[in-house]
């Protein structure tokens, strides 16, 4: 077994037995920026467009449940701009009261709240997007930075490079020559939660990816990432040093205006020496490094260009529903007939809003489950090469499996219980109600889980995983739960419903309650959902 089955075990026993250093504490004054700053270099402004009333929710998620797009659309610069900036860029400054930790500093501008569409663990946004584009493409051929701050294409490097990104990939992509290559600059997430980070980070990259495959999928585009391939190759080419920022995803981009359709014509080998010199330039005085964290990257890195076979993730497949268990039928779901950018810019984390004196509808709740069955479908197979693994494409494999922990849903007692998305009903696992056994085992104090109309827990046979396709796998299992969470949060802004994500909780003291020990379910976070308070305290100041 690789180091990733043993930090996959700390991540689940941290409530109980702390990750080291257990004494560490962030230097606030000192932290990184939320972005990379590459000085002098010459920016690209993008475009924006306004983007298509008919571009819905429903039609992202599709009448499949599925996301991602079709095989015809085709993206230009003004739909990767729109993408990008309603993904990640910053769209609105956000103040209310609320019961997060950070209340006290949001009013200061340095320290100001910037909404964006996906989520992120913390606010801390590490995922670095980089486009590299060939000759087909709108500008000069070279590696651009995605600046989110100024919503603009930093040239990092002049020159068609993409020959690079397409040998890497090693089969996948090979009819295009646009790429968009996601790192993650890890520093900027573990001055905070240092050898979490890993754990976190992974989630953040698929947060990031979901968003764009449901932002496309509703534009009739298509975003699938792969996340095998030569990344040593890709990080020379970058400029970046493993230890530091490690590439975790590229999503080839199908380009309009390609002649013929054809495969991308060969540019012919990139020389040895060629790679971005331009380098980012910290704000922290003081940079730490963290054993678990640079060990996670070693070991997820390895062999990254091996790409599993057709079928690998077969034995890892989420558990079928109990058939012995009482069912809950649910209705159908709730229409989310929003455009996607509307929605996307509604999103935001409740942080202790929520009003048990109004239950959440059984139509809501079942939109909520769907949505979270669509975002557990981040791909293809991963033999394929071109999608993650995680959904139902060719091959078939369902890795994600979710639980509800229902306290106040119109229709339903409250209870604990299984989600069978097949049959779109719920499983009664425990019945009771569970309000004090989420919030005994909830360590922070910005929710009380018992308002929440329901508490919703994906979870993950990690260790099959691992086992299947090998320590990279552990990117597979986080960027799976991470897509999970940001349907949810989109769907939730599509429903008027508040949502909120947490990842401290005691990972065992779950799979106790809801008995995961036979099937080795790793639940990997809670999230909640239900109605908010009337008439918040909240300020909005939309820039975009």
């Known amino acids: 077994m690789g180091y990733a089955h043993d930090y996959a075990a700390a991540i689940m026993q941290r409530g109980r037995v702390p990750m080291p250093p257990a004494d560490f504490v962030p230097n606030w004054s000192d932290g990184p920026r939320k972005a990379k700053y590459y000085p002098g270099v010459d920016s690209l402004p993008l475009p924006v467009a306004d983007y298509p009333a008919d571009a819905s929710l429903d039609r992202a998620f599709g009448d499949s449940g599925d996301s991602g797009g079709t095989e015809g659309g085709e993206f230009d610069l003004t739909s990767l701009s729109g993408m990008l900036l309603d993904s990640y860029g910053l769209t609105g400054r956000r103040l209310g009261v609320q019961a997060n930790t950070d209340l006290s500093a949001l009013p200061f501008y340095p320290l100001a ?41 930093q040239r990092l490097l002049t020159g068609d490079v993409s020959g690079e990104v397409r040998e890497s990939l090693g089969g996948p992509g ?44 509703a534009r009739g585009l298509s975003v699938e990432p792969a996340m095998w391939f030569d990344e040593a190759r890709l990080q020379k080419l970058l ?33 040895a020496n060629v790679s971005v010199r331009r380098r980012d330039v910290e704000r922290s005085r003081e940079v730490f490094t963290f054993d678990a964290l640079l060990k996670m990257q070693a070991a997820t890195s390895a062999h990254a260009a091996e790409r599993p076979a057709p079928g690998a993730l077969a034995p890892a497949a989420a558990p079928p529903a109990d058939p012995d268990l009482p069912v809950a039928p649910l209705p159908a779901a709730r229409p989310m007939p929003g455009d996607v950018r509307t929605v996307l810019r509604r999103r935001r984390s409740s942080f202790g809003r929520f009003d048990a004196s109004r239950p959440v509808t059984g139509e809501q709740l079942a939109a909520c489950l769907a949505a979270s069955s669509a975002g557990s479908r981040l791909g293809g197979d991963t033999g394929t090469g071109t999608g993650t693994g995680t959904g139902a494409g060719e091959g078939g494999v369902r890795l994600a499996k979710l639980y509800a922990f229902v306290n106040h849903v119109e229709g339903l007692a409250p209870g604990a219980y299984e989600y069978d998305p097949d049959a779109h009903e719920l499983r009664l696992v425990k019945a009771g109600r569970p309000g004090e056994f989420l919030q005994r085992n909830y360590f922070l104090s910005n929710y009380n889980l018992e308002q929440a109309g329901a508490v919703l827990v ?25 897509a999970v969470a940001q349907s949810v949060y989109t769907a939730c802004s599509a429903l008027d419903l508040g949502c909120g994500v947490a ?7 779950y799979i106790e309650e809801l008995g995961l020990d036979a099937t080795g379910e790793a639940p990997l976070l809670i999230m909640m959902v239900g109605n908010e308070r009337p008439a918040p305290a909240d300020f909005r100041y939309e820039i975009a």
């Open 174 to 217: 090979a009819d295009t020559d646009q790429y968009l290559v996601l790192g993650i600059k890890y520093w900027q997430n573990s001055f905070k939660y240092n050898s979490f980070s890993f754990h976190a980070v992974s989630m953040d990259l698929g947060a990031a990816v979901q968003t764009w495959r449901m932002w496309a999928g």
């Open 458 to 482: 994906p979870t993950i046979r990690t260790s099959a995983v691992l086992d299947a396709v090998g320590d990279r796998g552990y990117r597979l299992v986080n960027a799976t739960i991470g």
């Open 503 to 509: 990842l401290g909780f005691d990972n065992v003291s």
């Open 113 to 153: 709240n910037w909404s964006r569409g996906s989520a992120s663990g913390g606010g801390l946004y590490p995922v670095s997007v980089y486009w590299v584009s060939g000759p087909s493409g709108p500008v000069t051929p070279g590696v651009h930075y995605y600046s989110t701050r100024h919503h603009t294409m």
């Open 239 to 271: 400029g970046v040093r493993g230890e530091e920022e490690g590439v975790f995803a590229v999503v080839p981009l199908k380009w309009a205006g390609k002649p013929g359709g054809s495969a991308a014509a060969p540019t012919g080998p990139t020389p």
